[in-house]
């Protein structure tokens, strides 16, 4: 999520999960509140919508408190949900696994 400039002119690299999330007009809207040790809170919400290329992202951060600290970045992540099952992953492990060993010899 965020990196915060301290008062001490040091970064710190932040994270925090949604609170809420709904779908919407065809959107989905979802956003949380990052709370850092020191007090400050970054409230932040992201809209994400379908277009015919792909997926726009709209993100909004407002300040609700801080504490000493002297500005911050945002960020957006995106990573695979992880899985125990090999058959929800496509990846390619030469002699291994590939799309659900199809392809292979008996």
């Not at 504490?67 to 496509?90: H, P, Q």
Request: aromatic letters at 14%.
């Amino acid at each position: 999520m965020p990196s915060l400039k301290t008062a001490l002119s040091i970064t710190e690299f932040y994270e925090a999960p949604y609170d809420e999330i709904r779908a919407f007009n065809g959107q989905i809207h979802a956003g949380g509140i990052l709370r850092t040790p020191t007090g400050s809170e970054l409230l932040f919400a992201d809209t994400y919508e379908l277009t015919d290329t792909g997926i726009k992202v709209y993100r909004k951060v407002t300040v609700l408190a801080n504490v000493d600290d002297l500005g911050f970045a945002s960020k957006i992540s995106f990573v695979m949900a992880l899985s125990d099952n090999i058959r929800d992953y496509k990846f390619f492990a030469p002699a291994n696994w590939y799309r659900q060993n199809e392809f292979t010899k008996p």
